[in-house]
């Protein structure tokens, strides 16, 4: 994209006064054009993106709006062990206690989307740190960043998130996510620094070099736009990590219960009643992991789709901008 | 080739010191201090207050090979030479010294997991190969969205449905152990086929998830691959089929799967931690669970250094093999600093 941007610049200076005379609504429209509507019409375009980002805004939707509307359980809310799709006041029927299993999952949504948000974050945001200034720089300071992305590769994440946990006892959502995520940046910097590498002796990045733009700028204009697509299909990734690590934590009881979550749930349906012993008290644990597996399905569609967005051949083909004219002119 | 190996070698014994310093860290910074904890597991199994400063640093010294007593950096270089000499101190929990308890449940682990991963790899390249040659067709399709699926199920959750179904529902397997109770460990076949009999709802977990991640990444190189200008000059050279297809289209593919691999082995040492707790498997990762829940913190931080060194002899033995198929790696470090 770095290209992209590039090529947009030294071909909008000649027409400056062109974009004068444009009303600075037409300006707005055709930015909403380029950075909102073409990615959605690719995305759209993408039966794998289509269907991922549908699952993924029915969750996003149920935390949020869904959060309000749906009221928090108690026990003692409705019968015991009501199964499921018998009224429609308890959906997904209810626990040993009375409480309605659907109200669960819904009110452990937003808890689950915080949680995600921040270790996907934190784990890209280091994971593209070390892996572009590893990769651009070179020499003593690769070495290092090198040899500590190894050790980070190296040491397995869930028996020492395990141990974090055990000592540090997160609670909030946004420490969980990280401390998840404390190692899975790893496994992404060694794979961001080695697209680094090629990119680091194209010409135009060399030709900034040779024109004194200071290492910070070549890195954040030349080097970064290239290496986002690949960096946002591991964000997808990454959050798919979080669920998996959160809800196995939760189940084991390692991480302590302080907010509702999809692995709390499946613990407590487990301590019930085991795995299950019948299809009358299946639902209890079934709906958790419905939640979970949809979840992550949804995130892996996108991601799949995603790398196809982001391809530029492809790209090309599909994005139609809804005014070519002006396009065409402004070109 | 040599300058390589010590490299590669150097670099494993750095990763095995840094991740013993950090469970010496770790056991540090236990809330309330080493002192503490010992003193109220002292006080939970006698039951009284009447503990001597000098009871709690004994047996934090046997314990954890860390007196309390002595200035940090002692402590530091007490810790760090017992570990050598493979002394990683006393469970509390099971009054055993943890290396004998990690030496007898290290092997199931291993068993388990080794045919775990070789099975997903090999299940996963093959079926990822078929994908790519048949690129389009209605079984690529198929596949590939069943691929995604499985891979959107984690292997937990896969594991209990296993466990309700096969185990219970229809008693094909056992639901928990690794062998029969009651049976002789002896090295007879009817032994080793309960032995398998009881790894198999694990392994199946373990391989059924994480094979369609196998696969469509197998698929994606493999495409890309062929798609290269070097296939089509192969083909109009007249270069056998079946050579393509193994020496230039699944060579190459495999290659970039590498990094993939070494990431999963880690990610299945780490999946062992709940596997084992859901089948009751007692490898090492079950005590590492049973430590932490019992806050024995000399198992937990001995459970956790010894899958970390089992997973950093797995990725060495990966590199040195590595190298032996792709030369390209061994010259990797030529490049300028900017």
Redesign the interface.
């Given at each position: 994209m770095a290209e992209r941007t590039s090529t947009f610049q030294t071909d909008a200076e000649p027409d400056r006064d062109d974009r004068i005379t444009r009303s600075r609504r037409e300006l707005y429209r055709e930015r909403l054009d380029l950075f909102v509507l073409t990615p959605l019409r690719v995305i759209w375009s993408d039966w794998r993106t289509r269907v991922g980002s549908l699952i993924i805004l029915v969750w996003v939707f149920l935390g949020t709006v869904g959060y309000w509307l749906v009221s928090e359980p108690f026990p003692g809310d409705g019968p015991r062990m009501e199964p499921a799709f018998q009224s429609l006041e308890f959906p997904l029927g209810t626990t040993i206690r009375g409480e309605s299993v659907f109200a669960l999952v819904v009110q452990a949504t937003p808890a689950m989307l915080v949680m995600i948000t921040a270790g996907a974050v934190f784990s890209v945001a280091i994971a593209t740190l070390v892996g572009t200034v590893s990769g651009y720089k070179g020499g003593r300071v690769d070495r290092a960043l090198t040899v500590v992305t190894d050790i980070a590769m190296t040491i397995p994440g869930l028996p020492l998130i395990i141990l974090l946990a055990a000592l540090i006892e997160p609670t909030h959502p946004v420490t969980v996510g990280i401390v998840l995520t404390i190692n899975a940046w790893a496994g992404l910097a060694r794979a961001i620094r080695s697209q680094v590498l090629t990119l680091r002796d194209h010409s135009y990045v060399e030709a900034s070099r040779i024109m004194g733009v200071p290492t910070r700028r070549i890195v954040v204009d030349d080097i970064l736009p290239n290496i986002m697509p690949y960096v946002l299909v591991n964000f997808v990734q990454s959050a798919r990590g979080v669920i998996f690590g959160s809800v196995a934590l939760y189940y084991l009881g390692v991480l302590p219960f302080s907010n509702e979550n999809w692995g709390v749930m499946l613990n407590d349906a487990y301590d019930s009643f085991g795995v299950f012993t019948s299809w009358e008290t299946a639902h209890w644990i079934l709906a958790p992991m419905f939640a979970v597996v949809t979840l992550s399905f949804g995130l892996i569609l996108f991601a799949q789709g995603t790398e196809r967005l982001f391809n530029p051949r492809i790209r090309a083909r599909h994005a139609e901008t809804i005014d070519e004219d002006n396009m065409e002119g402004h070109r | 080739m040599s300058r390589y190996l010590l490299k590669r070698l150097s670099?494993a014994a750095?990763?095995l010191y840094?991740?013993m310093t950090?469970t010496f860290v770790?056991i540090q910074?236990?809330?309330g201090g080493p002192e503490d904890y010992i003193r109220a597991q002292l006080m939970q199994s006698r039951g009284d207050g009447s503990i001597s400063m000098a009871q709690v640093s004994q047996l934090a010294e046997r314990s954890m090979n860390i007196n309390p007593t002595d200035p940090m950096h002692v402590q530091y270089v007490e810790y760090m030479s017992h570990m050598l000499r493979g002394d990683l101190g006393e469970s509390l929990h099971f009054a055993a010294p943890v290396d004998e308890i990690i030496v007898q449940a290290m092997p199931w682990t291993l068993f388990l997991l080794s045919i775990a991963t070789l099975l997903t790899f090999s299940a996963g390249i093959v079926l990822g190969a078929i994908m790519a040659y048949l690129e389009g067709s209605r079984f690529d399709v198929g596949t590939t969205v069943v691929s995604?699926?499985l891979?959107?199920?984690?292997y937990?959750?896969f594991a209990?449905?296993a466990?309700?179904v096969l185990a219970?529902d229809w008693g094909l397997f056992p639901a928990s152990g690794h062998h029969p109770t009651g049976a002789d460990p002896a090295l007879s076949l009817s032994y080793f086929l309960a032995v398998i009999h009881h790894a198999s709802l694990p392994i199946l977990s373990l391989v059924i998830t994480g094979l369609g991640g196998v696969a469509?990444t197998m698929r994606g190189n493999a495409i890309q691959v062929i798609g290269e200008d070097y296939i089509r000059v192969a083909n109009l050279r007249g270069v056998p089929g079946r050579q393509i297809a193994t020496r230039y289209v699944g060579r190459n593919a495999l290659l970039p799967m590498y990094?993939s691999l070494?990431?999963s082995i880690?990610?299945m040492?780490?999946?062992a931690?709940?596997l084992e707790?859901i089948f009751a498997y007692e490898g090492i990762?079950w005590y590492?669970?049973e430590a932490?829940?019992a806050?024995d913190y000399p198992l937990?931080?001995g459970?956790?250094l010894i899958?970390?060194l089992a997973?950093?002899v797995f990725?060495l033995i990966a590199d040195l093999t590595y190298s032996k198929i792709d030369p390209r790696v061994e010259q990797e470090d030529s490049?300028?600093?900017?």
């Open positions: - | 670099m750095f990763t840094a991740v950090i770790m910074s236990i809330p995604m699926f891979n959107s199920i984690p937990y959750i209990l449905l466990i309700a219970y469509l990094t070494m990431i880690g990610f040492f780490g999946g931690v709940v707790e990762g590492l669970l932490v829940n806050r937990m931080m459970a956790f899958i970390t997973v950093i990725i490049r300028e600093a900017y």
